[in-house]
């Protein structure tokens, strides 16, 4: 497709249970970020890619996220023992390089009971 | 501590007039501005920008300005068209940094009454 693709687009889990968000930038997009939104919140910023490697984690909110991208394509967010606050829209964003306007993905829902 | 904040959480408009939609910074090292647009269950999508270098920029409908001075971005939309009813994000970033580490305001929902 011609957008950003996320997937899935919504997951429920339990609190404990580890979880994996991916993310598929617009072909040609080198630059990938990832922001989450939690009800009623703005949305923040998580991780940045430039290619693979990860300039700025600086928005990762605890040890238990981490994000990877691989042959400057897909990128995965994994978040490690959810709990309940981890709950919000995780979206992501890519754009042709940092400092051109970002598109983002519909998100995925992830909702931690 | 907001650095991005968007104080009116809602605006109702009427069709064919001049939707205003107002956001405010804190960080003069903000040097590139955006706004976006988003509808219920997708992704933010994006308006228009501008850069610290300019005061106003235009694309259609939609208009931006930039005050420096004041610190305040504003978005016009006109005229405003049913379609245009949705969540409005500005967002900043420190562009000198190279990465654009989207700083998102709380977002004003604008609705336009036919």
């Known amino acids: 497709g011609a957008g950003v693709s996320q997937s899935p687009s919504n997951k429920v889990t339990e609190k404990g249970k580890d979880v994996e968000l991916r993310c598929d930038p617009i072909?040609?997009?080198?630059?990938l970020y990832w922001y989450r939104q939690s009800l009623g919140q703005g949305l923040e910023f998580l991780i940045y890619f430039q290619g693979n490697s990860a300039p700025d984690k600086s928005g990762l909110p605890s040890d238990r996220f981490s994000a990877e991208r691989t042959g400057g394509s897909v990128s995965t967010l994994t978040i490690q023992r959810t709990q309940q606050e981890d709950s919000a829209v995780y979206l992501c964003?890519?754009?042709?390089?940092?400092?051109?306007?970002?598109?983002f993905g519909d998100g995925t829902r992830l909702s931690i009971l | 501590d907001q650095q991005v904040k968007q104080n009116s959480p809602s605006l109702s408009v009427q069709e064919g007039r001049i939707s205003i939609l107002n956001c405010d910074y804190t960080?003069?090292?903000?040097?590139?501005f955006l706004w976006y647009k988003k509808y219920p269950a997708e992704g933010p999508t994006f308006l228009i920008s501008i850069s610290s270098i300019k005061d106003k920029n235009e694309d259609g409908r939609f208009t931006v300005f930039l005050n420096k001075s004041a610190k305040h971005l504003s978005l016009h939309i006109v005229p405003s068209q049913p379609g245009d009813s949705a969540v409005y994000f500005c967002a900043v970033s420190p562009l000198i940094q190279g990465a654009q580490k989207l700083v998102f305001g709380q977002g004003t929902r604008l609705t336009i009454n036919p």
């Open positions: 964003a890519s754009s042709f390089w940092s400092g051109q306007p970002q598109h």
């Open positions: 960080n003069s090292m903000f040097d590139y």
């Open positions: 072909s040609g997009h080198t630059a």
